[in-house]
Nanobody, 119 residues
Framework: QVQPAESGGGLVQAGGSLRLSCEASGRTRSNDRMAWFRRAPGKEREFVASIPWSSGPIYYGNSVKGRFSISRDGAKNMVYLQMNSLKAEDTAVYYC????????????WGQGTQVTVSS
């Protein structure tokens, strides 16, 4: 099944931008949607955004609406997260995850990539 692998994390100043990439290797038709989550130190995992491989709605978490944008390239099995107007509170480990069409939960997770926003 799909095996997500994130890249693109790093250190950025507040107000700056960063783009994360997720390679969804092993993707099959049963994998219908991909998402980004994040976990900040001492906090629970938070939903960031999700996108279907085909047509369908795109969702964003309230804390990133208007600043982050999720996109995908089905031909390359890639999912991206463009993060603009970054804030110190966006500092977290960002995870890419895949979901099967038959499931509501995300069962396939990458190792995560660290994003640090300096204020």
């Amino acid at each position: 099944q799909v095996q997500p692998a994130e890249s693109g994390g790093g250190l950025v100043q507040a107000g700056g931008s960063l783009r994360l990439s997720c390679e969804a290797s092993g993707r099959t038709r049963s994998n219908d949607r991909m998402a980004w989550f994040r976990r900040a130190p001492g906090k629970e995992r938070e939903f960031v955004a999700s996108i279907p491989w085909s047509s369908g709605p795109i969702y964003y978490g309230n804390s990133v609406k208007g600043r982050f944008s999720i996109s995908r390239d089905g031909a390359k099995n890639m999912v991206y997260l463009q993060m603009n107007s970054l804030k110190a509170e966006d500092t977290a480990v960002y995870y890419c995850a895949g979901k099967l069409a038959t499931r509501t939960e995300y069962d396939y997770w990458g190792q995560g990539t660290q994003v640090t926003v300096s204020s």
